[in-house]
């Protein structure tokens, strides 16, 4: 099923749930706004390529809008519905272009990661709105030369609509804490030094410690807090992980550290299976070094579309949407070659993923009694890490006072000169005064916790799934910001 598609499915269920007012509900369902811009830059051969970004706003009601930027190809048989990437030579820019590839961030996805955004900054309750955003282009095919050059000129497209009240971007799929500091600089020639107009930058640019392993480490406290409500713990349990990249890897190693016991382990290049544990340790200095995943001789090859049928406690998807299906939203990709909800032996999942499992699957799987801990909740680590690196960078051309005045504005409670320790606090995060990683990860646990509460409050109450008792908690967080501050009224 279409990202998009399946995003608004669940959005509407929410809301009639919830019972919300029909204009309030169609205001949470239209993009604040949607960009689309063409970045063109000279490659080191001389030639000019143009690319197509993209940037959805979804949501600004209860803060600025948060989310990352992707560099990714994805290829479209239907032309017409494509981005274009276009190589051009200079000599005979006039003429048509001597090279058309038809690809696509596509803007469907975009759209509802944007709003899936929205919708996790309210559940694990920071002050964020959702965005997202890309480039149609791959990675893997530019100079490092080349990606700077096509994020500056990106960046000098979006200066205007984002900011470090607006809309703050992070990495994605193709991106990374350099891709970030590309922005940074760029966006500082226009609007003076802002360490805090991206999160997932590198630490020596105001970056955060413990950012790198966020998601990862807030799939882990998902995942506890799921099993301790059950009476389990991850010690001694068995775990089906599919995906080995930044998230995969983490989860991997947090999970073989607390005592959990990984058997079966994929990526891109293949998987790999070890009923005695997979040696996760091993495992990544082998990548680290240069080696491919499949070809780790600390476990057993094994077809990638069988690694999510293994019998398991837990299976957690950490990769690509949509891998886990029904018959009717069935089609076949790289980890999966029929439909294969029915046949998941695992008594868990966990969405590290975004949206791995369809809606269709998604009552099939919930009817033979396994748990799902949706993605909106569970992969929400990354963004609150990123939320403390951005509180932890204040802009330094605010002053003091401006500062003191915006929080007033945007605070429940309103804060006085004379509050001593407040001040003192405040003056210190202006100045950029870092957390060490004891306490990121300690607040992490916090957040993840809490949230985790929160939505099994919303279950009893409305006598729901995990799944729409977190979508109706995000939901009712954005509209009830939405009311207050006046809109759909």
Request: hydrophobic share 40%; charged share 20%; with cysteine.
């Amino acid at each position: 099923m279409n990202a998009m598609v399946a995003t608004s499915r669940n959005f509407r269920q929410a809301a009639r749930i919830l019972g919300l007012d029909s204009k309030v509900e169609k205001s949470l369902s239209i993009p604040f706004r949607e960009i689309k811009v063409e970045c063109t830059i000279p490659k080191d051969d001389g030639t000019i390529a143009s690319f197509v970004g993209f940037r959805v706003q979804h949501d600004n009601a209860r803060g600025p809008m948060k989310g990352g930027i992707r560099f990714h190809p994805q290829f479209k048989e239907n032309v017409e519905d494509a981005g274009i990437w276009r190589s051009v030579d200079p000599a005979n820019a006039a003429a048509a272009p001597a090279t058309i590839w038809p690809a696509a961030v596509d803007p469907d996805e975009v759209n509802a990661l944007a709003q899936l955004m929205s919708w996790k900054t309210a559940v694990v309750d920071i002050p964020y709105g959702g965005a997202k955003g890309g480039i149609v282009c791959n990675p893997e095919d530019l100079s490092k030369g080349e990606l700077e050059r096509l994020t500056r000129v990106f960046t000098q497209k979006l200066h205007d609509l984002i900011g470090i009240h607006v809309d703050v971007p992070a990495p994605d799929m193709g991106t990374n804490a350099q891709t970030m500091a590309w922005i940074l600089d760029e966006y500082s020639k226009f609007h003076g030094h802002s360490p805090a107009i991206v999160t997932g930058k590198p630490l020596a640019l105001g970056g955060s410690v413990g950012r790198e392993a966020a998601t990862g480490r807030g799939v882990l406290f998902a995942t506890e807090a799921l099993l301790a409500e059950h009476g389990k713990s991850i010690q001694g349990l068995t775990f089906v992980i599919q995906g080995f990249g930044n998230v995969g890897s983490w989860v991997a190693k947090l999970i073989q550290e607390r005592g959990g016991k990984v058997i079966a382990v994929s990526d891109v290049s293949g998987a790999i299976r070890n009923p005695n544990g997979i040696d996760i340790k091993s495992l990544r200095k082998h990548i680290a070094d240069g080696g491919v995943l499949k070809n780790f001789d600390g476990g057993d090859p094994m077809l990638q579309n069988e690694l999510l049928l293994l019998e398991c406690d837990v299976l957690i998807p950490c990769a690509l949407g949509g891998v886990l299906h029904s018959p009717s939203n069935w089609t076949p990709n790289l980890h999966s070659e029929r439909e294969n909800a029915a046949d998941v032996k695992a008594k868990y999942i966990i969405e590290a993923a975004n949206h791995p499992t369809d809606p269709e699957a998604d009552e099939i799987l919930s009817k033979k009694g396994v748990f799902i801990l949706p993605d909106i909740y569970a992969n929400a680590g990354g963004v609150t890490v990123s939320y403390f690196e951005w509180v932890q960078v204040a802009r330094p051309s605010e002053s003091f006072h401006d500062t003191l005045a915006h929080l007033n504005n945007t605070s429940r409670i309103k804060i006085r000169m004379n509050d001593v320790s407040f001040v003192c606090k405040l003056v210190k995060n202006i100045q950029g005064f870092s957390w060490g990683e004891e306490k990121v990860n300690s607040e992490l646990q916090r957040y993840m916790k809490n949230a985790f509460q929160d939505i099994k409050s919303m279950c009893r109450s409305l006598d729901c799934s995990l799944r729409m008792g977190a979508f109706t908690l995000g939901v009712s967080r954005v509209s009830q910001a939405t009311v207050l501050r006046g809109w759909g009224s």
